[in-house]
């Protein structure tokens, strides 16, 4: 199941750095950063602080996600989606994903909310990688809005992506 790499089929891009001072890459998922929203009592859907350094100096806007790969569907599950971050925006602080710069637009993720899910694997399904990606672009503003699906969002980045940084977090359900 973790050999599955969900952006191995799209172009290959130059990367840039992506951090959290509340996790590493690789990290393990605190318990703050489950999903109440999905059952899991002790998780309160709060996605970790980020900050991005190092993207090509053409970018004109950025795209936020949260992605499992190893989610029981044939799609994975998206967590988080956000497009049209000003590229002055370099980071996005700890809390549920919905304190956005004027002109950020984020959409649904695959829970229904616009906000960010928490993470949430079936106990015993195993370990689970949450990958956040931030995508530069080279647009200021793709044409999406809050009804627009993540996957439509990603279709948008491969024209017009330019670089992108990763940062994943594992989780699994005992």
């Not at 971050?85 to 909310?113: C, F, I, M, W, Y």
Request: net charge negative.
């Amino acid at each position: 199941m973790l050999d599955r790499q969900p952006y191995q089929d799209l172009p290959e891009l130059p990367t840039f750095e992506l951090r959290s001072s509340d996790v590493e890459d690789g990290g393990l998922a605190e318990d703050w950063m489950l999903s109440a929203k999905m059952g899991i009592e002790k998780g309160t859907d709060t996605m970790p602080q980020l900050s991005w350094s190092g993207f090509p100096e053409e970018t004109k806007s950025f795209v936020v996600t949260c992605f499992d790969p190893d989610a029981p569907t044939p799609s994975g599950f998206w967590h988080y989606s956000v497009a049209n971050l000003p590229v002055s925006t370099t980071s996005l602080e700890r809390g549920h994903g919905d304190q956005l710069p004027a002109g950020a637009v984020a959409q649904k993720n695959d829970g229904g909310s616009l906000e960010f899910t928490g993470f949430a694997p079936p106990a015993g399904h195993g370990a689970h990688r949450y990958t956040f990606c931030v995508t530069a672009v080279d647009t200021a503003k793709l044409d999406v809005d809050e009804n627009t699906t993540p996957a439509v969002v990603n279709f948008n980045l491969f024209t017009h992506g330019i670089a992108r940084a990763f940062l994943t977090v594992i989780h699994e359900e005992k």
